[in-house]
Nanobody, 115 residues
Framework: QVQLVESGGGLVPPGGSLSLSCAASGSIASVDIMGWYRQGPGKQREWVTSITRGGTQTYANSVKGRFSISRDNAKNAVYLQMNNLKPDDTAVYYC?????????WGQGTQVTVSS
């Protein structure tokens, strides 16, 4: 089992920046891919970005060039730097971790982009 705890959400004006953190605990050694999903109001949950243990990053087109994912394997943590935020980025952001058999989810942190 892997436990994930997100932090860093909040209210930010359009064009602003916000950084999210996710701390992982439990059976970390088996985890390869970590990432972020989000679910906006009235929308389906969608994948945002992922990073492998080796550091390979992938991004959804909607956030490419604005969001950056990073990972600290020694601290069992993954981070999401969000720049030039837009109202459409408003969502609950979920940290995820995947091993060979399961995908684990955090409880989510709210990000609201509004003036």
């Amino acid at each position: 089992q892997v436990q994930l705890v997100e932090s860093g959400g909040g209210l930010v004006p359009p064009g602003g920046s916000l950084s999210l953190s996710c701390a992982a605990s439990g059976s970390i050694a088996s985890v390869d891919i970590m990432g972020w999903y989000r679910q906006g109001p009235g929308k389906q949950r969608e994948w945002v970005t992922s990073i492998t243990r080796g550091g390979t990053q992938t991004y959804a087109n909607s956030v490419k060039g604005r969001f950056s994912i990073s990972r600290d394997n020694a601290k069992n943590a993954v981070y999401l730097q969000m720049n030039n935020l837009k109202p459409d980025d408003t969502a609950v952001y979920y940290c995820t971790a995947s091993d060979l058999s399961d995908m684990y989810w955090g409880q989510g942190t709210q990000v609201t982009v509004s003036s």
